[in-house]
């Protein structure tokens, strides 16, 4: 009997599925999207754009072996353009996956059904509508073609998918075509505008560019701020029993105050040192602190970022192995959590019976509300898809824990604690605001003491709280329980402390704050926040350095450029109202060809002005500025091979260039003022610029020509390799002790040959494994700017994650007798402490006491 053809996406997702199906059935992978928009033309029939005139392509006529011209067959009239064909795709089969179509097409042979399993969400549906395109040669042969749908790979979820199997929905499709068609249109109309005026090889796209505006946005404002100096002044109380406690001036004769400047702070200070102090009023209350809901892909972004560091990508790529299914043990291919793609908070009823059966069996019936919880999603989620949970609650991080690597395990674990939670009772607190009068002020302390763990028993919320459906945050108090007290006792200052501060610009976006931002605002689609990201940096529009994002020069500048000449198009409510009507096609109340029609009619119009009035930083952008060097010609921003530099308008005459590119290493680099000498003739090395970058050159030049390379992202020479009596254990080549951006580090002499290297150790043991040795390493932005981040970890990693931010000091602990203590630099002056649960001993370091030197261990006193 032949077996019906099912077709995935993957072959991961293929191997689970077909451990389900039984031996009826043939599973096989299309490997993703097989058709699309073809690359070397546009692929859309466009109308004809009003006042346009075509000038006819002169075509060589082609001639035959003897050089006489050949009768060539006569052209195809031009397609004509209907209301029922205008925006019409053309699409075809990607010349990689002709390979893949092939064998799909002898599988379907005689196949009685073919099933078409991709993922449930447009692209998904898309790619089913290519398939059954591609394969089905015959008209006739559609009618062996079936969609099912699933949000789980599990035997239960499979069984009803294949019973209720139904046809593609063209809705879905067509949402997913004029999605398509849109970003073709952006990228392939306005690329070569960027090509003409800034530099060939840049691309604009449609959402993409919106995400660049709001970094490029933020950057400015951070830019443009103005630090407003203000005062909080802080009183140490005493009522009698202990704890000693703190309050804060909240308010000067019943109203709320604002302590701008010293003075004013050195009057309140001064006025309440001599007042009476005593309780005015006592408020205690009951606060709950209810559960999140289950993840959204975006809210697992945000959280996977806040609470591993993941980026989105990485975090979608792990999810994407979980769903498909990791093998496990001798179940074979198991798929661990639901559809990873999903703006709903929606739980199915079965997993909410399996959840709230587990919870009193591992927790206890005192966490388990009467009733389920229930959350409602967004306006415009797609209901039909659940949020994004364990296949199967049973199975708990300690169960996988094996079958798992470290970085899935984390996820499936985050995942797995969140859907737990999202069924418990609430956390309860007892919260205490005591409201203290000192004359005309008034101090506000506040204590909050946990009463019932409720869901943090299983789900703590990370300090950055980013991925909390409430962005809750930890009340001011949270944890510190206040001495009772009764209203008009008398109380006692032990300490009043003014306390400096400036308000601080925006921040720049972490991928978590980006993704939460671009939700808010409508722009993107769960699907799409990942792709959206990962392009702009590719793109070099943006860079990351310690997470956060900042656009680079040339992204600042194609972003200004874009938004000036298409206002409308990549506005941030256009662009969110655009993602609505996709919504609205996929609903079927909208046409797609009228949306895509609507937003033509805007962007040609749009696109022809640019085309003649968009600056070019080719021909020079004028910046009001006269020229330093011949003082008559106007600098002008152009654009090179090596960045952005001004240029003097009369060039050749005048040859005057000023480069723009930014300082090496950034403003915050570490202090690296240390004055090299020219080894040759001892006059001093400076920074200088050429063509390949960066370098160091000798003062005395032209009469000294040495030059030495920096090292990447720093003002410091290249120090030259010591050779070390000591092989290779690699190649028997000898090594040699180098000298990179962190520090040095032991390598091998026939780099790039050979690549082994090694840290030069501290000789101080690491606490967590006792084998390896602490190593002084560095993390810094890509491109080597931004400045370092210097750390201290184990000599054995990866085996041993253990690092710290504080410098290790070879010195014991005099209280508890650990074998190390460190060293913290702050703003508030050095201190060397102990790192061992429980010690509390730390001392400052005076002015004339000697400070380790970083990376250098420093021997116990005798």
């Not at 070099?540 to 350095?545: G, I, N, Q, R």
């Not at 910046?623 to 090179?640: V, Y």
Request: hydrophobic content about 35%; charged content about 30%.
């Amino acid at each position: 009997m032949a077996r019906s053809l099912v077709i995935v996406e993957s072959p991961a997702k293929a191997k689970t599925i077909n451990k389900y199906l039984g031996r009826e059935y043939t599973v096989k992978a299309s490997y993703g999207h097989v058709m699309d928009l073809p690359k070397k033309t546009i692929g859309i029939l466009l109308p004809e754009t009003p006042g346009a005139k075509k000038k006819p392509k002169k075509k060589k006529k082609a001639k035959g072996k003897d050089g006489k011209p050949v009768k060539e067959a006569k052209a195809l009239p031009p397609v004509v353009v209907t209301a029922e064909n205008i925006f019409e795709p053309t699409l075809e089969i990607i010349p990689g996956k002709i390979k893949v179509i092939a064998e799909l097409q002898k599988a379907a042979e005689g196949a009685p059904h073919i099933y078409l399993a991709t993922d449930p969400d447009r692209e998904g549906e898309a790619i089913s509508a290519h398939l059954m395109e591609a394969l089905a040669t015959k008209k006739s042969d559609r009618k062996k073609f079936r969609r099912v749908m699933f949000n789980e790979i599990t035997p239960k979820a499979i069984k009803a998918a294949f019973e209720k199997a139904g046809d593609v929905n063209s809705n879905l499709v067509y949402a997913q075509q004029a999605r398509r068609i849109l970003d073709r249109l952006v990228g392939y109309k306005i690329s070569p505008l960027l090509w003409d005026k800034v530099r060939r090889g840049l691309s604009a796209g449609r959402v993409q560019t919106v995400a660049l505006r709001l970094i490029a946005e933020r950057e400015a404002e951070i830019r443009a701020f103005v630090p407003v100096e203000y005062w909080s002044i802080h009183a140490m109380l005493e009522a009698g029993q202990p704890p000693l406690f703190e309050a804060k001036l909240a308010k000067y004769q019943g109203k709320d105050i604002e302590v701008g400047k010293q003075a004013e702070a050195e009057a309140v200070v001064a006025a309440v040192e001599k007042a009476r102090w005593q309780v005015a009023t006592v408020t205690k209350k009951e606060k709950r602190r209810n559960p999140p809901p289950p993840f959204t892909t975006s809210k697992l972004q945000q959280a996977a970022y806040n609470r591993l560091r993941y980026t989105t990508k990485r975090t979608m790529g792990i999810a994407q192995r979980l769903y498909e299914g990791v093998e496990f043990g001798q179940e074979g291919a198991v798929a661990l959590i639901t559809y990873m793609r999903t703006d709903s908070v929606r739980v199915s009823d079965d997993a909410l019976a399996q959840l709230r059966e587990m919870i009193p069996q591992r927790f206890g019936a005192n966490y388990l509300p009467e009733k389920p919880n229930i959350y409602k999603s967004k306006k415009d989620a797609q209901e039909a898809h659940e949020a994004v949970r364990p296949t199967d609650v049973t199975r708990t991080p300690e169960d996988v824990r094996p079958f798992l690597e470290d970085d899935a395990f984390k996820l499936y674990q985050l995942i797995w604690q969140r859907f737990v939670a999202s069924q418990m009772l609430p956390a309860v607190f007892d919260q205490t605001s005591v409201d203290i009068s000192a004359g005309d002020y008034t101090f506000r302390a506040n204590g909050s003491v946990q009463k019932f763990d409720g869901y943090l028993r299983v789900y703590q919320m990370p300090e950055a709280a980013g991925d909390r459906e409430e962005e809750e945050k930890d009340e001011e108090g949270a944890g510190k329980s206040l001495p009772a007290m009764t209203e008009g006792q008398a109380l006692r200052l032990e300490k009043i402390r003014p306390d400096q501060h400036f308000t601080e610009p925006p921040p720049r976006y972490t991928e978590a704050t980006l993704v939460k931002d671009l939700e808010e605002k409508g722009i993107g689609r769960p699907s799409t926040y990942s792709s959206i990201i990962s392009t702009i940096v590719e793109r070099e529009y943006v860079t990351k350095e310690q997470g956060r994002i900042t656009p680079t020069m040339l992204g600042e500048r194609v972003s200004v450029l874009l938004v000036k000449s298409f206002e409308d198009i990549f506005d941030v409510t256009f662009t969110a109202r655009l993602e609505e009507e996709l919504d609205e096609i996929e609903e079927g109340t909208l046409p797609w060809r009228t949306s895509v029609q609507d937003f033509w009619d805007r962007f040609v119009l749009d696109l022809d002005k640019a085309g003649g009035e968009m600056q070019s930083y080719k021909a020079g952008i004028p910046t009001g500025q006269k020229c330093e060097k011949c003082g008559h010609g106007e600098l002008l921003e152009r654009i090179s091979r090596l960045g952005f530099f001004l240029g003097c308008s009369r060039y050749p005459d005048c040859d005057f260039i000023q480069d723009l590119a930014p300082e090496i290493g950034g403003e915050e680099v570490e202090s690296e003022n240390t004055v090299e000498y020219c080894e040759t003739c001892g006059k001093e090395m400076a920074i200088k610029r050429g063509l390949w970058g960066p370098f160091m050159a000798c003062t005395g030049y032209p009469d000294c020509k040495t030059t030495r390379r920096l090292v990447a992202g720093t003002k410091k020479a290249h120090v030259p390799d010591e050779p070390l009596e000591e092989k290779c254990p690699e190649c028997q080549t000898n090594l040699v002790k180098k000298s990179g951006r962190f520090g040095q580090f032991i390598g091998c002499q026939a780099y790039p040959k050979c690549k082994y290297t090694r840290p030069i150790t501290m000789g101080i043991k690491c606490p967590k494994c006792a084998d390896g040795e602490f190593v002084r390493r560095g993390s810094a932005g890509k491109g080597g700017k931004g400045r370092p981040r210097v750390f201290y970890g184990c000599s054995k990693y990866p085996a041993c994650d253990y690092t710290s931010p504080h410098m290790p000091v070879a010195e014991p602990c005099p209280k508890c007798g650990a074998a190390f203590i460190v060293e913290k630099r702050t703003k508030a002056g050095n201190f060397r402490s102990c790192v061992a649960e429980g010690c509390d001993w730390e001392i400052v370091l005076s002015e004339g006491q000697p400070q380790a030197e970083a990376g250098e261990p420093v021997a116990a006193k005798s």
